[in-house]
């Protein structure tokens, strides 16, 4: 497959999977409402989010607030976009995980745009052992996308080093 049509359809792929979460928690589930899937230990809810990571930058004016959570995220995820494209030698994890963080900050972005808020809907708590705040599929991507971007650094160039040094 061409590199190109395999990274427009991961992030396509990735802010598809979002909108329709979103879409469905929004025609399902009514605002504050809490369903327990698995008890009280993960939760579906509707909740809106006006700031960013747990809420943070919620609070700021509304001209900051489209500063660093509209207008900034726009430029890197464009940026990061051309990068992608512009960058070969990237390896597939790096290139999936790139994607990953650009399809899921394109789907809040997204949000932020057409609702002026973004829709947060599972919750976990293990029992003080781990617990998230309310978040969505979007932030499970861009997550997932730099915890990949994490090990391909520590590991596959490690592994790549080695190999070269050899």
Do not use: H
């Amino acid at each position: 497959m061409n590199r190109n049509v395999f990274i427009v359809l991961l992030i396509v792929f990735n802010i598809a999977i979002d909108q329709i979460t979103k879409v469905l928690v929004r025609a399902n589930i009514n605002l504050g409402e809490i369903i327990e899937l698995i008890g009280d230990k993960f939760i579906l809810t509707n909740v809106y989010n006006k700031g960013a990571f747990l809420g943070m930058g919620s609070d700021m004016n509304p001209t900051l607030r489209m500063i660093f959570l509209l207008i900034l995220p726009t430029i890197v995820l464009i940026y990061v976009t051309y990068y992608i494209i512009k960058t070969k030698e990237l390896d597939r994890l790096s290139l999936i995980a790139f994607c990953c963080i650009i399809g899921g900050g394109i789907a809040n972005v997204f949000d932020r745009i057409v609702f002026g808020k973004v829709t947060d809907f599972f919750f976990i708590d293990l029992g003080g052992v781990f617990k998230t705040g309310i978040f969505n599929v979007a932030d499970i991507s861009v997550t997932t996308g730099m915890i990949m971007l994490l090990y391909s650094g520590i590991f596959i160039n490690k592994k790549n080093d080695k190999t070269t040094n050899t």
